[in-house]
């Protein structure tokens, strides 16, 4: 029987939780530069999280996803991305979008139950977070088919879980982007749960990089811990997307911290050790004793840049509490680009209600 | 026999665990039905008491969802399938209607589709965005389903109970807004509501309020808030949307000549549509005044900071019941 | 300016030539629409003049079809996307649902989707079992969508056109029936047609026939044959199905006092009862008849031996208007 | 970086389309038993076919999808599933249904419009054909899922084109079988188009097979015009999902020698010429060349064979053509296992119209 097939999957590590550089580095980790950047960004992505989950403990958010364990993925994919690349989010997403000038107080608008968290002139052309899993997949490649059609030197990135690698959505547009070698990077956020869910119940291939063996793309297994595997993987596959080289599927391997959402609680179907165990490879703690250790970072400025964090996200914790809600009729105006004539008695009604006085009137 | 006093998720939850208990095919399958018993509950314990090869825990996927059961459909077993909330339930949408639908039909019942989908559904809980829509009427339209909606504990339980029992596909629509919201004694006798009836909640002489799901709640406020002021209102909960019990909302109409249709889902095509049509077509010389609808708007269901604007409220219920009433 | 007389299909691909010559924005994907011109031939000719970036063969996947189109139109492209017939159209109901008809509400109109979904709907071709439903009620009903259906080649010009450079999605469906059921001449002008207007196809008083599709050309035929009995009948095709244009059905049924609704889908929340609610609503008082529907049954479209009793035809009309204008 | 996965697809061929033997011989490919019933009811499919596409053009059976070049792929599955195990077919698998028992002139019936062509009691478990695509796979795990549920020794088979392999069903489906190690097996007939889609645009995998990987289970590449190697693979892939092994994918590689359909010009979309060489290839000729030169079948067994299958589809056409068409109120009457109240008026409406004289009568 001829082979008529060989694939196989690397795992990219660089940095290990001990401390120990498990591959040689790359030139560009041996300096402070880009390493602190991320550094700081990951613990002003952590910091906004605490807030917003704060924030919906005390009843002023809706139900909120935490990014907590996202960090190492997150922020370089957010650093890495030019700005005329398009991000097509899901929905733990929030440090990548505030890396691409998001403000935090309209991140927040989002998760208070507000549409114009999604309308930013900050997120330019970038997808609104995606509700229905791996359905921002497929857009992703319609944006990258964009792209291609045009001829232009853009990249659509897009993220997931886990769990939405089970989604026909996922795989159909993974297939899409080998078949049309698509200018599309997919990340899949492995934390292991979906929901209470585990990795292994999703399914039963060893490694959910090998998806993108059956769609005939590169494909590679990362440590989502570790920012330089992060960042070399990306920078990869941004770089090929770019210059016609195709799609890549990146699996980066991390854990799911938090809870599902701030509605969800996970002791229900969780061991508490594995989480325990998790917590040892968490990428704050392992990018900070990097920095320690090469001398980038001391104590000194961390408090400092732990006080300013929580400026801004207090000042946008501030802002975000004094925003006054929408008026009843946005929720016409921007259904359409105009009005249909049908909807105006409707748009009428629901003004007349919302005033003083009226059935929905809301103090 | 226990007969305790329960929520509507906890109805659901006796009923499965009933029928579970009684007939060996009946089956689970979904999204976090297992460990975690189900975002909201209705399934917790049951993986537990019938294991792991009767309470499924499925892939991330619901088109699979729904193609999983219609496959031990037609094997004769019983699966109960939950689409974690109705906004998700659209990638199985083949399979409900191409498949669900038209097995027995397509087959001349050689094969049969005895599978429930379940769904909770509905605003009003400040969910975030696709987990507050109501869409019955999308399933409502296509023949060979029937599409049950239950507005109390001990109609969760009994009508359940007759899903699972039936022998043909049912989308079965929890109002999530009510899972917690009231308790009312429900004895686990495995007694099984009609499908092809309406429930008269509330007799009455000057008008006919026809609902389903959680807007009973404010249906059946109003009707009692109105007595106070001297109208009486006859409440019925269409419960069973499709196919649906023409009959009894006829009869109501014919005696009180006028009627208010309440949902929560949006105007254009909601149930609603249909009723007020028919009354239209088989009660006009009935009809006293204009059936008047009162729902959704026609609009994408806000985020939930503006949610409760979309919804009918009992102040607006009792508006259309009035005008209504004025209406010569 | 071409002036020629051709059929629907050929007005489609007309309509697609003349927009794409104008626009490069505008690009066409689906299943066989490249090199095969589509299975219907509604694309022929379109790869070859404009080149496999802008008319893409797809890989066989509805739900990529619709997400491709949402991704692309989010960029300011002009999507036209074939779902090749509607029965296929189901896994693409999330994108649809979900994503084009919420884009521009989802972001307060920062991002929008202005894509068009083409699909052939309707029986009577005797095609395979799938390719001969008419579920555009299910579209209809969700808020954000238009729904457009053409009932002659003009009006499938004049309209694609319309859809194409409508800033929002549009569900643009081909009763296929008539795709080449008869020729019209057809001006190249790139005129489009409203969007928000049913059009009076033929003037009448003593009732109203209301319809869309294919179904036109019986209702046409029925007021033809009733005229020589004396019985004068309005036509309205409805064309733009949502959102609907009642005030044009309402002023006609206001004048007439009576109406039949004619369609091809299953009766029950047919597009029909949206019409049938609103006139009962907004017009009582004008009725001198009960709102009648001639519809398909509300069961499964049989396979092709017996397609032609599930729908409506002449005779069927011709009773349903002599009934409602003995109704006192 | 540590290789995390590996992977490899075979290409499985015995006897080539020269006559040669690419690969050792399986013991019981040495004689005459199972090859001459397989080469019989390949001719019999095929005598099917033809007076199927006949009746087709003369207007007496509606489209019409033909088996033509598919003989070797379901033949083979016909004569290897047991009669306990369940066909979840795709719309070009009449061969298999016969073979299982369904007699020809319910097929007909099927395809002339009628769904009593779906209700045979051969059938017994069968599911009827599958109309949209890929959606089978999925209700072939479902029944797979119910032998595992109540323990039985079953297999569920389905089969679908290579243009199924983009549908998230199908790949949804592969993923649930590697997860659960569902008893099923994947026949994927990739006869290279779909309608007119050419197979290299539908997927950038340079195989199908490989989508076996993305979900972690079996899978192999066959040459789909050689009988020999369909049974050694399909008897593997049985044989262990019936032993609790779980599923397989087999690719099996074969040429759509027909239009799609009786619907579709293949003529619009594919080169004459990659016709012509797939007709080399076909697998009807390369059995009798075997059958043939080791003296287990001669030209008057192929005369009286052919005359034998000629009445018999003649007399199944007989049949067909003097089957009545159901009443009208079939429509109604399998609808629901009961007739709903609310449906009885129109089910007598239809009735009535049905009637001499009614608007829907026809003579
Ligand atoms: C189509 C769809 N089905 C179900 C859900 C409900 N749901 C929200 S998140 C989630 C789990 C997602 O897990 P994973 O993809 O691993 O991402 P994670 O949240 O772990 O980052 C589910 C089932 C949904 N949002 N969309
Ligand atoms: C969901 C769905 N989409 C589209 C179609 C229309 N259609 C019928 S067959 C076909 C091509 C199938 O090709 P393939 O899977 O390779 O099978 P083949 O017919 O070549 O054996 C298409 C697009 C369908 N039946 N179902
Ligand atoms: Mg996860
Ligand atoms: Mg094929």
Redesign the interface.
């Known amino acids: 029987m001829d082979t008529v097939f060989e694939g196989q999957i690397l795992f990219r590590q660089y940095l290990t939780a001990q401390n120990e550089v498990s591959t040689e580095l790359p030139e560009w980790a041996r300096s402070a530069d880009w390493l602190t950047t991320c550094y700081r960004n990951m613990v002003l992505a952590r910091t906004m999280d605490n807030k917003a989950i704060a924030l919906q403990r005390t009843g002023q958010l ?2 909120y996803a935490s990014l907590l364990g996202s960090e190492a993925i997150d922020v370089p994919v957010g650093l890495l991305m030019q700005k005329e690349d398009v991000l097509i989010p899901y ?1 733990r997403n929030h440090a990548i979008q505030m890396l691409r000038g998001t403000p935090i107080e309209e991140i927040l608008l989002y998760w ?4 114009r968290g999604n309308a930013s002139p900050g997120m330019g052309e970038d997808f609104p977070n995606a ?4 359905t921002q997949a497929m857009h992703a490649c319609g944006v990258a088919s964009a792209f291609r059609i045009r001829g232009e030197s853009r990249v659509a990135l897009t993220l997931c879980g886990d ?2 690698t ?4 996922f795989l159909e547009a993974l297939n899409v982007a080998g078949a049309w070698q698509l200018p599309v990077v997919f990340v899949v956020n492995n934390n292991q749960w ?4 585990p990795r292994n ?3 039963g291939a060893p490694t959910l990089a090998q998806k993108a063996i059956g769609a005939g793309i590169r494909g590679e297994q990362v440590d989502g811990n570790d920012v330089i595997a992060m960042r070399e993987a990306l920078q990869l596959a941004l770089d090929r997307a770019r210059d016609g080289k195709g799609p890549t599927l990146i699996e980066a391997i991390s854990y799911r911290l938090s809870d599902h959402t701030t ?2 609680d996970a002791t ?2 969780r061991d508490n050790d594995e989480l325990k165990a998790a917590w040892e490879l968490e990428p704050i703690k392992r990018l900070r004793t990097y920095l320690h250790s090469n001398g980038w970072w001391d104590e000194t400025q961390e408090t400092l840049w732990q006080e300013e964090v929580n400026c801004m996200v207090q000042s946008a914790v501030d802002a975000y509490l004094d925003t006054p ?2 008026p ?1 009729e ?3 105006d921007h ?1 359409y680009a105009e009005l249909p004539e ?2 105006r008695e ?1 748009r009428d009604w ?1 003004m007349v ?2 005033m003083k006085g009226g ?2 009137h ?1 103090s | 026999m226990s007969h305790e006093t329960i929520t509507m998720v906890e109805a659901v939850n006796l009923a499965l665990a009933h029928e579970m208990e009684k007939d060996d095919s009946v ?1 689970l399958l979904g ?2 039905v ?4 189900g ?1 909201f509950r209705a399934t917790v314990g049951l993986k537990e008491r019938f294991g792991n ?2 309470v ?9 969802i ?12 019983k ?1 109960v399938a939950e689409i974690q909330f109705m ?2 339930v ?2 199985a ?3 409900v ?3 669900a ?2 097995l ?9 589709c005895p599978m429930v989908l379940r769904a909770p559904f509905g605003g009003g809980i ?6 507050s829509e109501s ?1 019955e ?2 399933f ?2 296509i ?2 389903l ?1 599409v049950v909606i239950p507005s109390s504990p001990a109609r969760a339980y009994g009508l359940l109970l007759a899903a699972i029992r ?3 596909p049912v989308i079965f629509l929890e109002p999530k807004r009510i899972y917690r919201a009231s308790k009312q004694p429900v004895e686990d006798n495995g007694v099984a509501l009609p499908l ?1 009836t309406c429930f008269t909640l509330r007799e009455g002489s000057d008008l006919t309020l026809i609902s389903w799901g959680a807007m009973i709640k404010e249906t059946l406020e109003s009707a009692e808030e109105l007595a106070e002021e001297g109208i009486s209102c006859e409440v019925i909960d269409v419960a069973t949307i ?6 009894t909302i006829l009869a109501s109409v014919a005696k009180t000549g006028r009627c208010v249709i309440v949902h929560e889902a ?12 028919t ?4 009660g ?1 010389l009935d ?1 006293q ?5 009162v729902t959704g ?4 269901m ?9 919804m009918p ?1 009992t ?2 219920i009792k ?1 259309a019941v009035r005008q209504t009433l004025e209406f010569v």
Chains 1, 4 share one sequence.
């Open positions: 809706g139900t929905y208070g139950g507000d549409e509700v229905p899993i791996a769990g939405a089970s989604k026909g959505d979906a929901i209470s869910v119940l999703q399914s509605a969800d229900r179907y809600p929408q009843i946005s929720i016409f259904l049908s909807l409707q629901a209600k919302a059935s929905h809301e | 089956v999204e976090d297992g460990t975690n018993g975002v090869r009767r499924m825990d499925t892939p991330l996927a619901e088109a699979l729904g193609g999983l059961a219609v496959g031990m459909a037609a094997q004769g077993l699966p906004g998700f659209f990638p949408m083949e399979h209607i191409c498949h639908a038209r027995r039909n397509r087959t001349r019942s050689r094969l049969s400040h969910a975030p965005e696709h987990h869409t009427s999308l409502a339209h023949p060979g029937r039936n022998p043909d092809d499709s196919p649906l019990d023409m009959d949006s105007r254009n095509l909601g149930v609603g549509a249909e009723i007020a049509a009354i239209a077509e088989k006009l009809l005044a204009p059936p008047v609808r708007y026609d609009t994408v806000p985020y939930f900071r503006l949610e409760n604007h979309f409220n102040a607006d508006d």
